[in-house]
T-cell receptor
């Protein structure tokens, strides 16, 4: 398997623009997680899905952030409108549930810079 | 609620010396414990895990970790450090009693620097 695939790897945009980050989890995994990593706040869980259904979105910073998982092989994280404080590396991760031990497999991340 | 603490922001060690990266945890029930490593500009990679059984678990790249229930610790160790071990290390915990599926709680990370 190719692992968790994220795109774009790098995104530079201007404040106020819409940003869409994409993730393809490992085939067969039933959990998908979105994390944000910054120097100041470390690694933060934004939202996670189980079988394409959002389970916990308490980490989503505000209404400007939204995430969807229309099918088992694709998820998006959207920021609209973007702000400079959204600059971070956004990671997608997937895992197998159903009684498994739950280790996560991370993508390479999407580095977002909002000017 | 589950939480994990990594008390050291950075650990420096000379190549060939043993290394220890500390982690303590807090859970309501029994923990699943994990160590991940992150190299620059890369995603986190799984190193090892403790689920049950032997308190000493062995993982990738010669790393091992010791689960200590009385001290609620899960320190990462390696007998002989390499310069290539320099990276950011994260401890994570999952409380198997609470809900939340496979939700892991990560520590703040410890930067390991191995020098010649």
């Amino acid at each position: 398997d190719a692992g968790v695939i994220q795109s774009p790897r790098h995104e530079v945009t201007e404040m106020g623009q819409e940003v869409t980050l994409r993730c393809k989890p490992i085939s067969g995994h039933d959990y998908l997680f979105w994390y944000r990593q910054t120097m100041m706040r470390g690694l933060e869980l934004l939202i996670y899905f189980n079988n394409n259904v959002p389970i916990d979105d308490s980490g989503m910073p505000e209404d400007r952030f939204s995430a969807k998982m229309p099918n088992a092989s694709f998820s998006t994280l959207k920021i609209q409108p973007s702000e400079p404080r959204d600059s971070a590396v956004y990671f997608c991760a997937s895992s197998l549930g159903q009684g498994r031990t739950g280790e996560l497999f991370f993508g390479e991340g999407s580095r977002l810079t909002v000017l | 609620a589950q939480s994990v603490a990594q008390p050291e922001d950075q650990v420096n060690v000379a190549e060939g010396n043993p290394l220890t990266v500390k982690c303590t945890y807090s859970v309501s029930g029994n923990p699943y414990l994990f160590w991940y490593v992150q190299y620059p500009n890369r995603g986190l990679q799984f190193l090892l895990k403790y689920i049950t059984g032997d308190n000493l678990v062995k993982g990738s790249y010669g790393f091992e970790a010791e689960f200590n229930k009385s001290q609620t610790s899960f320190h990462l160790k390696k007998p002989s450090a390499l310069v290539s071990d320099s990276a950011l290390y994260f401890c994570a915990v999952r409380d198997i009693l609470t809900g939340g599926g496979n939700k892991l709680t990560f520590g703040t990370g410890t930067q390991l620097k191995v020098e010649l």
